[in-house]
Structure formats: structure tokens, C-alpha cells
């Protein structure tokens, strides 16, 4: 079965840099969801969207800014870049007709090293 | 405070044994939960999902809900080495919510 794709898969940047991650949801997929995790600590909600609209925001620096496309594949932008944005960076998809019922699936990651 | 905390970790069961995980959830969180299995350096991976009070088994996992007493639980029967992973209580209100994670090791 197809799953969620996320790119680049690894991704190495100097401080005040920017960054570009991207992601493409499970087909027929409505929702995309964004998290952060830091070395050793759970998973922390950025974003999401819904058919193409921001759908809920959670702790996302102002330096970062998301959207989704008309294919509903999303992109994080990520602006001066610091040391403590390094982190796995997760997209999640789902379909919105179940509300709090769907369940989210993970795409593999990317992993951000700030240096 | 988080919304929602595991008990913490590390668990260490011998092979073949239950593992057992709990999770406790604020009432300002929905009453949809998900356990999520993530190995090191992966992403986290779906492995149940549960809405309602009771029970829910699927294969060698069991989740249990009670939203009188504001928790949910894993059973994990039969344990194996390649259960060995962290395992993550997530409560779902549009966004997930996680507890921190309960490290579960299997030996062989």
C-alpha cells in the first residue's frame, strides 16, 4: 500500500539558512499534519491542513511557514535556521470525514541538522 | 503539564511474556486514542486505535479504555524481540497529543 513520502530524507543546513521539506500524502488523503520530534523527546504538533487551508496550529516559530498544494502534497518553509531546530521532522496524512476518529500515518521523516 | 502522560520507562520483559502500558489523559482531550510503535530513529507506526470503553484486540495487541478513570492501556501478549521499541500513547483532537513514550525491551 502506498504511504506517505517525505523529502529530502536528510538534510544538513548552517545556522540563518533556510529549509524546504516536503511531503506527499497517502492518495485520496485530504489532511496533512506536521510534527517535530527532538533527540529523545515525543513527537510535538506544528501544523495542519485541510483541502488546502490551514486547518489547526500548534507550536510552530513564526520563522516557519507551511502550506498545501492543489495535488494536497504539503511543504514546510523553514526560515533562519538555529541549532535548536535540529530535529526529525514528521508529515502525517489522514482523511478528515471520520473527525477525531481518523487515524494519522506517518511518513518516514526527514532528519535536520542545523550546524 | 502534559495532557496526556505515560508511566514511565524503561520495560523490560522476558520473551513470551505480557508487556503491559498505561497512559493517563486530562479531560481537556478528546476521547479517541491511538498506540503508536516507533524503533529508533523511525517513524512512528500505527498499531491501535481505540474510541470507545472496553476492550479492542487485534493479533497479540489488546488497548483498554476507561474514560471514568481518564486512562487507556496496551497489552502487548506474547512478547518478542522485535517488539522492542518505544511505544506512544497519542490522544487525538484533530492533532495528536502524545505522552512521552514508555521504552520496551524484550529479552531473548
Known amino acids: 500500500a502506498a504511504g506517505v513520502i517525505q523529502s529530502p530524507r536528510h538534510l544538513i543546513k548552517e545556522k540563518r539558512e533556510t529549509a524546504t521539506l516536503k511531503c506527499y500524502p497517502i492518495p485520496r488523503h485530504d489532511t496533512v499534519y506536521w510534527y517535530q520530534q527532538g533527540p529523545g523527546q515525543d513527537p510535538q504538533f506544528l501544523i495542519s491542513?485541510?483541502?488546502?487551508?490551514?486547518?489547526d496550529k500548534g507550536s510552530i516559530p513564526d520563522r516557519f511557514s507551511a502550506q498545501q498544494f492543489s495535488d494536497y502534497h504539503s511543504e514546510l518553509n523553514m526560515s533562519s535556521l538555529e541549532l535548536g531546530d535540529s530535529a526529525l521532522y514528521f508529515c502525517?496524512?489522514?482523511?478528515?470525514?471520520?473527525?477525531?476518529?481518523?487515524?494519522?500515518?506517518f511518513g518516514p521523516g526527514t532528519r535536520l541538522t542545523v550546524l | 503539564q502534559k495532557e496526556v502522560e505515560q508511566n514511565s520507562g524503561p520495560l523490560s520483559v522476558p520473551e513470551g511474556a505480557i508487556a503491559s502500558l498505561n497512559c493517563t489523559y486530562s479531560d481537556r482531550v478528546s476521547q479517541s486514542f491511538f498506540w503508536y510503535r516507533q524503533y529508533s530513529g523511525k517513524s512512528p507506526e500505527l498499531i491501535m486505535s481505540i474510541y470507545s470503553n472496553g476492550d479492542k484486540e487485534d493479533g497479540r495487541f489488546t488497548a483498554q479504555l476507561n474514560k471514568a478513570s481518564q486512562y487507556v492501556s496496551l497489552l502487548i501478549r506474547d512478547s518478542q524481540p522485535s517488539d522492542s521499541a518505544t511505544y506512544l500513547c497519542a490522544a487525538n483532537d484533530y492533532k495528536l497529543s502524545f505522552g512521552a513514550g514508555t521504552t520496551v525491551t524484550v529479552r531473548a
Open positions: 491542513f485541510y483541502e488546502k487551508m490551514q486547518s
Open positions: 502525517a496524512s489522514g482523511t478528515s470525514g471520520g473527525g477525531s476518529y481518523n487515524e494519522q500515518f
